[in-house]
């Protein structure tokens, strides 16, 4: 479902899930943040502005897990742009925030980068979390196939990256495919993960009928 409002407190569930995920002895992009709080209030940002964007989706009423994607022809608004960017900037200094973007320039182009530079759509899962009291309970599938439906839909692919090997796996156990990885020194990995949509006829393919 579609979420329309969300109370902050619950902006700040989803910020800490983030910002306080036990990466074990892997070094997540956390580390790239000055603190797991400003990891924390830079998610809340992000959610704020799905949410304004209506890129935010919930498994129920309940809000067990949280998914927030970007369809092809959906476009971020400045308004949206703002809230992300006040997220962003109110979680570190100026040279906190110089750090942080030339750590996550080591990386190189993602892979919403590489199939834009060749005009290919796509959805872009930017955010998936699961409550903490909710989690090993399967709602993780709900999120992804809300996401894999609508690439079904659509016939094009769902993609995201995420900066752990433990979440990655979560990923390729769900029917993604590892499409590459980028390296940010001491800092860790990014991988970018995709899925194809099925085979059967999209709703692109019957509308050019």
């Known amino acids: 479902m579609k979420v329309a409002k969300l109370e902050e407190s619950t902006i700040r569930d989803i910020g800490h899930a983030f910002g306080y995920y036990d990466y074990g002895t892997e070094h997540g992009l956390i580390d790239a943040f000055p603190s797991h709080d400003a990891a924390s209030a830079f998610i809340c940002g992000y959610v704020r502005m799905a949410l304004k964007s209506g ?15 970007k369809l092809p022809t959906q476009k971020v608004g400045l308004k949206a742009t703002l809230l992300l960017a006040k997220g ?16 996550m320039a080591k ?3 993602g892979l919403g980068k590489q199939l834009d530079k060749a005009k290919k759509p796509y959805i872009y899962v930017g955010l998936v979390c699961v409550r903490e009291p909710y989690q090993g309970q399967g709602y993780m599938r709900k999120l ?3 996401a894999f439906a609508e690439g079904n ?8 990256d995420t900066d752990a090997k433990s979440k ?9 495919e590892l499409a590459g990885t980028r ?11 995709i899925k194809y949509p099925d085979a059967s006829k999209s709703k692109m393919e019957e509308d050019a009928e």
Do not use: Q, W
């Open 55 to 69: 890129m935010l989706y919930a498994t129920g009423e309940n809000g067990e897990g949280y998914i927030a994607y």
């Open 88 to 103: 962003f900037l109110g979680s570190m200094k100026i040279k906190e925030s110089i750090r942080f973007m030339r750590i």
């Open 107 to 109: 990386g190189g182009s």
């Open 144 to 146: 992804m196939d809300m």
């Open 153 to 160: 839909r659509l016939g094009v692919p769902v993609i995201l």
């Open 168 to 176: 990655c796996d979560k990923y390729l156990h769900l029917g993604m």
């Open 183 to 193: 390296r940010f020194g001491e800092y860790g990995v990014l991988y970018d993960l």
